[in-house]
């Protein structure tokens, strides 16, 4: 790889940019027969992983100092592993290439200028149960729905439901009530119920 230049780098980056399919890495989450590939990894046992649909919106290289190592800028679609794109950039040189360093800079609409250190938070900069759920679509219940939202009761789904879930339910204050996902025959159960039972 010390021949290699960033131009060649630049030049294998949009192989790997929209839709790709990724092979999930021993050391993640993911369960294969009931149990996580990071146990198995860690049993010294590898097994075959299925490919995995990620889209991968955006991938920019920069050059350092140092000619063997670059920086990189990604915008990914959940489930990607960022450590397995860089080693498949470096396969796609022809090598090998590692993270040194990973830096999660948002996700969904949360970036680094909401971000602040456990130890240093003030009351102020912490979020209401509403707005820590703003990425999903809100539905503001009635009246009558806030009690059944309270004691965790099912909902018809209709216009005001947008897109497929999870749907934060609040009242008509905008103070979260619960996460309500789909359900069967057309409605939707609660997943997380905040509210107390008289609903409010």
């Known amino acids: 790889m010390s021949a290699l230049t960033f131009a060649q780098v630049e030049a294998a980056v949009p192989e790997l940019t929209g839709d790709i399919m990724q092979i999930p890495p021993m050391v993640s989450a993911l369960k294969i027969d009931g149990k996580r590939l990071h146990e198995l990894a ?4 590898e097994v075959e992983r299925a490919p995995r649909p990620v889209t991968i919106h955006r991938f920019t290289v920069a050059p350092t100092a140092d000619p063997l190592v670059i920086t990189a800028e990604v915008e990914c679609s959940s489930g990607t592993y960022v450590r397995t794109l860089a ?3 470096g396969h796609a040189l022809g090598g090998g290439a590692h993270l040194r360093e990973l830096r999660r800079t948002a996700i969904g ?3 680094l200028h ?7 938070v003030s009351p102020e900069q912490l979020l209401t149960p509403a707005e820590a759920m703003r990425d999903h679509p809100k539905v503001t219940a009635t009246e009558v729905e806030r009690i059944d939202v309270g004691h965790g009761k099912v909902l018809t789904i209709d216009e005001r439901f947008v897109g497929d879930g999870p749907w934060a339910v609040v009242n008509s204050e905008g103070v979260l009530l619960a996460m309500y996902i789909a359900h069967r025959g057309g409605t939707a159960k609660p997943d997380v119920v905040v509210a107390p039972v008289d609903g409010r």
């Open 42 to 45: 860690r049993e010294g046992i």
């Open 87 to 89: 080693a498949d950039l």
């Open 109 to 111: 609409s949360f970036t």
């Open 114 to 120: 909401e971000a602040h250190p456990l130890e240093k």
